[in-house]
């Protein structure tokens, strides 16, 4: 019986000798061929895999000893297959002088060792494209919400067609119970709302399995899947709040400064206290209890942005949010203010120069970051900028490497025994999990670039508080994500910095 995600690859010997099959996923990379299992003369031997990533499959001649193959010696029938979704393979694998190969159908046909080996590789079923269920019920919500949207529209119009009015107060609202009224309705910003409600949606739909779709769940490693975006999305978010909140007690509501740092630090602390009580959860034993955490990094991200911002809106109290210069300034304005004069048109970066405080903040962070993942010699058995899974991955010469500067930070600090202890890379950097690799992907140094991405989130607010005209958002929005959208593209195809959610690299989170 095959599930989701999974084919059936049929094994059948006929020749007269034992053989031992080996496979990899072609996902991982440059990693030897482990031992799958053994077949016996005159045997039919089926065995279950998973259709995420294209299969490397071989057959040997010689007892497997050790599990893992590194050099291509008496290796036949190396192939690497493409399985879909419920679909059966038949490989039969034989001497060719055993055989009558006319009573075959070849559709892959290699001879290894002189002619005496040779595989015939069959497609009984091709399975099935599983991508469709996930079409249709998209589809489906698509069109529901469609269907409500329109039948709400019409609704309205209709009782405002037939609605009659009827004025109970004569009296009017003065201008101070209009205002506030104002304020209650402008109290939401509903595209930010919309975003949020998106992502919490895409959160439980993960959390409950992602429908069994194992390509929507997190990458092994290196890699971007659909479960990868989720966190990224509400860090990304607690950076754009933060600018319209914290905006609004500085300049609006005159909060002093002690208070907002109160309140900072009471937030910052009330969350990573909660995720430490969310991972106790059945395990209350704090000599094992795992530190790290997703309302963990929320915290201490919060912390550090937020406390920058606020030493940025003291300075400047928001007087040049939406400052214009004058068409014609006289010589006391612009000796007054420099800031304001057209030579300099500070208006065009109105959201990043008055902010030059968080930027110093921003830099000293991403220069920590890159000086202890790529210059910092961690460990003399391990490469200096290693970034890898470790394990079987660059042929197994940095098994016990994985997650580089960053896992070893993680051990040093907190302990292994206080860490994530199931490594999302196990089935295919140590699928006979003798290594024991460890990595947690709310590590302490992935903070560092965590903290950049809230405040790429909080650039984001800057800009919709700032510019009232659409095009001068949208334009600036647009920039950015040009800019940052390039470096990831750079450094990913380079392969310098690959997009890895594990380490929380640069290029993720650009």
Not at 241 to 255: D, E, F, H, P, Y
Not at 316 to 338: D, I, Q, W, Y
Not at 361 to 387: Q, R
């Amino acid at each position: 019986a095959l599930g989701l995600d999974e084919a059936s690859v049929r094994f059948e010997n006929k020749a007269s000798k034992v053989a031992y099959i080996w496979r990899q996923f072609s996902d991982c990379f440059e990693c030897p061929l482990v031992f799958w299992a053994p077949i016996l003369p005159a045997q039919t031997l089926a065995l279950k895999n998973s259709t995420n990533s294209d299969q490397i499959v071989a057959i040997t001649a010689r007892q497997p000893d050790p599990l893992y193959l590194t050099t291509n010696e008496e290796l036949f029938c190396r192939q690497t297959y493409s399985l879909r979704d419920q679909s059966i393979h038949d490989i039969t694998y034989y001497l060719s002088r055993e055989l009558f190969p006319q009573l075959i159908v070849s559709l892959i046909r290699i001879t290894e060792n002189g002619g005496a080996f040779e595989c015939e590789h069959r497609i009984a079923d091709e399975g099935r494209n599983d991508i469709w269920p996930l079409v249709v019920a998209v589809g489906v919500y698509v069109t529901f919400a469609a269907v409500f949207y329109v039948s709400r529209r019409l609704f309205r119009r209709y009782r405002e067609r037939n609605a009659m009015t009827i004025t109970t107060d004569p009296t009017p609202l003065s201008t101070d119970e209009s205002k506030a009224a104002d304020d209650k309705k402008r109290k939401r910003l509903k595209s930010l709302d919309c975003f949020r409600g998106i992502t919490i949606l895409m959160m439980i739909f993960v959390n409950m399995g992602a429908g069994g779709y194992e390509y929507l769940d997190h990458a092994h490693w290196d890699g971007f899947n659909f479960a990868d975006i989720i966190f990224p999305w509400f860090i990304f978010i607690m950076g754009t709040t933060m600018a319209i909140s914290l905006k609004s007690q500085v300049v609006r509501q005159k909060t002093p400064v002690w208070r907002l740092y109160y309140q900072i630090c009471k937030r910052a602390l009330t969350l990573f206290v909660i995720g430490l009580i969310l991972n106790s959860n059945g395990n209350a034993n704090w000599k094992t209890v795992r530190i790290p955490g997703v309302l963990q990094r929320f915290g201490i991200t919060y912390l550090v942005v937020a406390s920058a911002h606020v030493v940025s809106l003291r300075l400047h109290k928001g007087e040049l949010f939406g400052a214009r210069p004058s068409p014609v300034p006289s010589l006391s304005s612009a000796t007054s203010n420099p800031l304001l004069s057209p030579s300099v048109r500070i208006h065009q970066l109105v959201d990043v120069i008055p902010y030059w405080p968080e930027w110093i903040v921003m830099s000293f962070t991403a220069l920590l970051h890159f000086v202890l993942t790529f210059g910092w010699n961690f460990d003399d058995k391990c490469p200096k900028g290693y970034i890898g899974p470790g394990g079987l991955a660059n042929n197994m010469s940095h098994v016990h490497c994985t997650g580089g500067a960053a896992a070893y930070i993680d051990r040093w600090l907190l302990g292994e025994k206080h860490l994530y202890p199931y490594f999302t890379g196990n089935r295919l950097y140590d699928p006979v999990g003798q290594f024991g690799l460890l990595h947690d992907p709310e590590g302490v140094l992935g903070t560092t670039t965590s903290i950049l991405l809230t405040f790429f989130g909080l650039q984001t607010g800057k800009i919709l508080i700032a510019y009232p005209s659409p095009k001068q958002r949208i334009v600036r929005w647009l920039s950015w994500a040009t800019i940052l959208g390039a470096l990831a593209a750079l450094f990913a195809a380079t392969g310098w910095i690959p997009i890895n959610k594990n380490l929380w690299s640069f290029s993720f989170i650009c």
